[in-house]
């Protein structure tokens, strides 16, 4: 109690919160409970188990299979270890595969030389803000949309040698007869990479518009201030600027060119001019020759050249998260 002619003291203020930071090392643990651990469980083990399931597993027992000689109908005592047997008789003893690594090759160069400059051409023009930008960029992306079924319809509509179109426009400008496009071996290949290039370049414009939306304007500004026109702003630094992206299309590209298979099944079942490795994967295993193990070791030869971009691929991904 204070005394008469003193003042009292004002009340002591309440200590600072402690803003100290926490011991190094000392984490929140955060409690799940059963429901949450269930979650856990099924979004995490039914993806696992799928992928495990229906990719590495196969995967492996093909690259095991590759070493061996099986005709897929005994049982599995009836499989026999031969070795790299299959990989040297690919090389030496099979015709069909020299011819059929020189169309993938080719199928590979084709699309890089016209696919995906003309995808990345309609990507930058889309990218301007053109009037009717929407419609054209439909109109290139639909091929990439359709069914297979339709997209070899719409094509034999163009090629056939009695009624298509090509033919019929060919007539009207000169005497020459009809030509078969996709049973004439010298020409056939050339007909089925024009129609792959369609559904090609309209998902590589895809991916360059994103791209191309993602690349900061002010580098753009720059470039412009420093008096580049706009092909020296985008070869010098809108280009380089879509690494990621060329990263991405050059991977879907290989890709897409070893595992070409449908069109040409379709055509001939990859037979008479259109030879391609995964048509004769296809023909070994499930084919009337039923030689399980030869066509294993063809699909590893596939296998083994995709591995390459992909892992080029995860590593230009895992620096860029790096950096």
Same mark, same amino acid.
Not at 42 to 55: C, E, N, Q, S, W
Not at 59 to 66: C, D, E, N, R, Y
């Given at each position: 109690?204070?005394?008469?002619?003193?003042?009292?003291?004002?009340?002591?203020?309440?200590?600072?919160?402690?803003?100290?930071?926490?011991?190094?090392?000392?984490?929140?643990?955060?409690?799940?409970?059963?429901?949450?651990?269930?979650?856990?469980?099924?979004?995490?083990?039914?993806?696992?188990?799928?992928?495990?399931?229906?990719?590495?597993?196969?995967?492996?027992?093909?690259?095991?299979?590759?070493?061996?000689?099986?005709?897929?109908?005994?049982?599995?005592?009836?499989?026999?270890?031969?070795?790299?047997?299959?990989?040297?008789?690919?090389?030496?003893?099979?015709?069909?595969?020299?011819?059929?690594?020189?169309?993938? &090759?080719?199928? +590979?160069?084709? /699309?890089? @030389? #016209?696919?995906?400059? *003309?995808?990345?051409?309609? =990507?930058?023009?889309?990218?301007?803000?053109?009037?009717?930008?929407?419609?054209?960029?439909?109109?290139?992306?639909?091929?990439?949309?359709?069914?297979?079924?339709?997209?070899?319809?719409?094509?034999?509509?163009?090629?056939?040698?009695?009624?298509?179109?090509?033919?019929?426009?060919?007539?009207?400008?000169?005497?020459?007869?009809?030509?078969?496009?996709?049973?004439?071996?010298?020409?056939?290949?050339?007909?089925?990479?024009?129609?792959?290039?369609?559904?090609?370049?309209?998902?590589?414009? &895809?991916?360059? +518009?994103?791209? /191309?939306? @993602? #690349?900061?304007?002010? *580098?753009?500004?720059?470039? =412009?201030?420093?008096?580049?026109?706009?092909?020296?702003?985008?070869?010098?630094?809108?280009?380089?600027?879509?690494?990621?992206?060329?990263?991405?299309?050059?991977?879907?590209?290989?890709?897409?060119?070893?595992?070409?298979?449908?069109?040409?099944?379709?055509?001939?079942?990859?037979?008479?001019?259109?030879?391609?490795?995964?048509?004769?994967?296809?023909?070994?295993?499930?084919?009337?020759?039923?030689?399980?193990?030869?066509?294993?070791?063809?699909?590893?030869?596939?296998?083994?050249?995709? &591995?390459?971009?992909?892992?080029?691929?995860?590593?230009?991904?895992?620096?860029?998260?790096?950096?």
């Amino acid at each position: 109690m204070a005394t008469p002619g003193t003042t009292a003291a004002p009340p002591a203020a309440p200590p600072p919160p402690d803003r100290r930071r926490p011991p190094r090392g000392r984490r929140t643990t955060l409690r799940y409970g059963r429901r949450d651990r269930i979650s856990l469980a099924l979004m995490l083990g039914v993806p696992a188990f799928l992928v495990i399931g229906l990719v590495w597993l196969p995967a492996a027992a093909t690259v095991l299979l590759s070493f061996t000689r099986w005709d897929g109908i005994g049982g599995l005592e009836t499989i026999e270890w031969i070795g790299t047997q299959n990989y040297t008789d690919a090389y030496t003893l099979y015709p069909p595969f020299e011819p059929a690594l020189r169309n993938n &090759l080719v199928w +590979l160069l084709f /699309l890089f @030389a #016209v696919p995906t400059v *003309l995808g990345m051409f309609f =990507a930058v023009l889309l990218d301007r803000e053109l009037r009717g930008g929407p419609v054209y960029q439909s109109v290139f992306y639909l091929p990439v949309v359709l069914s297979l079924a339709l997209t070899g319809f719409i094509w034999q509509l163009i090629y056939s040698s009695d009624q298509g179109l090509l033919n019929a426009f060919l007539a009207l400008v000169s005497d020459r007869p009809p030509v078969d496009w996709f049973g004439d071996p010298d020409i056939n290949l050339y007909a089925v990479l024009v129609a792959a290039g369609w559904k090609h370049t309209g998902y590589i414009m &895809l991916l360059y +518009l994103a791209g /191309l939306k @993602a #690349v900061d304007p002010s *580098l753009r500004e720059a470039a =412009a201030i420093d008096g580049a026109g706009p092909v020296r702003t985008f070869t010098s630094v809108v280009f380089p600027a879509l690494l990621p992206i060329n990263v991405v299309v050059v991977v879907v590209t290989v890709i897409d060119a070893l595992r070409a298979f449908d069109l040409v099944w379709i055509i001939n079942r990859g037979r008479n001019g259109l030879e391609l490795i995964s048509a004769l994967v296809t023909s070994n295993v499930i084919g009337e020759a039923s030689r399980v193990g030869f066509g294993s070791a063809l699909a590893v030869i596939m296998l083994a050249f995709s &591995l390459v971009f992909i892992a080029i691929y995860v590593s230009t991904v895992l620096r860029g998260a790096q950096r």
